[in-house]
Every structure is written in C-alpha cells, then in structure tokens.
C-alpha cells in the first residue's frame, strides 16, 4: 500500500485538504484530483462563493455530506446540490462553472463539508461536448448489511451499478460503517484508493490516518473495518495508458491543450455562465494544483 497524507489549504473559514496530485502519485484510475473540504460552518450572512472558472479535458464529480451548493455552469445548468446527490459535469472541450452557497442558506451561516473530484476524461473523449448531470439520492444504488450502508456513486461495486455516465471504467462509493461492521474492498478495478473521513478504520488490521489517502495494490482483496463509527471513500478504476497533465483547473493530455486553455481564459474567449457573469477568477502567478513529471 501507498499512503499519501494530503496537503491542507487554510483557507480561513474552512479547509481543503488535497490528496491529489501529489509527488508520489498523480492518479489513480481516472481520479486526477482528490480535494476533501470541511465540515465547516461559516458566520451568518456569509457564504462559500468559489467565482466562475474554467475546466478542459475532465469531469468534476461533487459529493456532499452536509450542506448545499448551488452549482451554476457555461451549459445553462443550474443545480443545488444536497447530501446523498452527485454532480457529474464533464468539461470536454471547455466549460465555466460557479459554486456558491445558496441564498437561503447565508441568513443563518451555511455548514458545507464533502468531497469534489477530477476525472481526467480518456483518450479520444477529452475533447467531448461539456455537460451537466445531477443524480439524486434515490437514484444511487445503497447496498446495506449489518452495520453498514454503502452509496455506489459511480460504477458496479457490491453487484448494484450507478446509473452516472462513465467516460472510462471508474468505481466510487461513499461507505458509512458502525463500529465493530466491516465491508470487503473489492478487487476488480486496476487502481483503487480508500480514504478515511470520520472515525476510526482499518484495512486487514492496519490502521487508517485520517484524510490520508491509501492506495491499495493491484488484485489484492481487503477488508474494511471500522473500530468506531466511521466514514470512509473507495474510489478508482481503469489504469490510463497515457499521462495526464494538471495545470490550475485544466488537465489534458497535451501540455500545448492546455496553454491554449489558458490563453483563451486570459483573453476570456470562454463561454460565461448564465446568471453569474460578473465576477471570474484570474489564473495565478503559481498555481496549486499542478502535476508532477
């Protein structure tokens, strides 16, 4: 197993917590990008208002477990998403997307706390048409047993399927545990990753850190265990052929794709998002998010 413990961002009234890329591994199946942010609670009248900005060459997937987030983009979407939900938006050739707390939820201070994700979209589909998908909490396979419940997100896990596209064979899933259940961790994706996010767990008797992503070996059948109550991601899938470059929000296979992306954000040749045109967020001097050759 690897373990790589994340990086934190402070980002005041809350924190993000970001596992990938990192230096020992930049993926893991399509999963390009690990970002767990929260539980947080932010003062009365404010809000979490991440300002539009664009993607190339990826999904994002969101995933709340507490909270709102009224997520708008360049497609004309515009969803509040809730715990139990996912969002899938696929950037393909370009897209531009805001995400902020939603207004009736500022009066009081907003609570937020959950997971978002990059797909790196594969070979011959990284160019694909941007869109939106939003799957609700009834439409997400939950496999039960004793002690446990497991939210299939993406892909077949357990013998149930998720009914959210697939750009290439992906597995994610949100597993809660009570303490002394466990749960196996299947074998059957090439590349498979667990994070603990609450309690206490193991896997085949070695303990979890806490946010540290753990990547599993190929094949290997583990068993999840929780000590006390806990919640834990699995997520992977297929292994890419080809790399992969992360720059700011783009990634492609291509570093020239990506400069392009980023003149034409500069020049703002991007599409605006429908009911949030004014504000947009300049790329930095030095990036944080970035891959590592």
């Known amino acids: 197993m690897i373990e790589i413990r994340p990086v934190t961002h402070d980002l005041g009234d809350f924190k993000v917590r970001r596992a990938l890329p990192a230096k020992a591994r930049t993926m893991v199946g399509p999963f390009i990008f690990v970002d767990q942010f929260g539980p947080a609670r932010l003062p009365p009248g404010h809000g979490m208002d991440v300002r539009p900005h664009p993607h190339i060459n990826l999904a994002t997937v969101t995933d709340l477990f507490d909270g709102a987030i009224q997520h708008r983009d360049s497609v004309g979407s515009d969803q509040v998403i809730r715990p139990g939900a996912i969002n899938l938006m696929t950037a393909g050739s370009g897209i531009v997307h ?8 500022r009066a009081d201070g907003p609570s937020f706390y959950g997971m978002q994700t990059w797909l790196a979209l594969p070979d011959g589909k990284e160019e694909i048409a941007p869109e939106f998908e939003h799957v609700g909490p009834n439409d997400l396979p939950l496999v039960e047993g004793d002690g446990l419940t497991a939210r299939v997100l993406i892909g077949t896990l ?4 998720s009914a959210v596209t697939q750009h290439s064979q992906t597995i994610y899933a949100d ?15 090439d590349e498979r990753a667990v994070m603990l ?17 753990v990547i599993l070996a190929p094949g290997e059948t583990l068993t999840l265990k929780a000590d006390s109550a806990a919640r834990a991601l699995l997520l ?6 080809t790399p992969r ?10 570093r020239d794709r990506i400069v392009q992306a980023r003149d034409d954000w500069t020049a703002r040749r991007f599409p ?7 504000e947009w967020i300049a790329i930095p001097a030095v990036p944080k998010t970035v891959s590592y050759p």
């Open 245 to 254: 470059h992360v720059w700011w929000n783009f990634v492609s296979s291509s």
């Open 197 to 213: 996010t609450e309690g206490t767990a193991s896997l085949d008797g070695v303990p979890l850190n806490l946010f540290n992503l």
């Open 158 to 161: 357990w013998g149930q399927t």
């Open 236 to 241: 992977g899938g297929e292994a890419f052929a």
């Open 98 to 105: 805001s995400e902020r707390s939603p207004a009736p939820e």
């Open 175 to 189: 597993i809660i545990l009570a303490p002394g259940a466990s749960l196996p961790i299947e074998a059957g994706a």
């Open 272 to 278: 605006l998002v429908p009911g949030d045109e004014e």
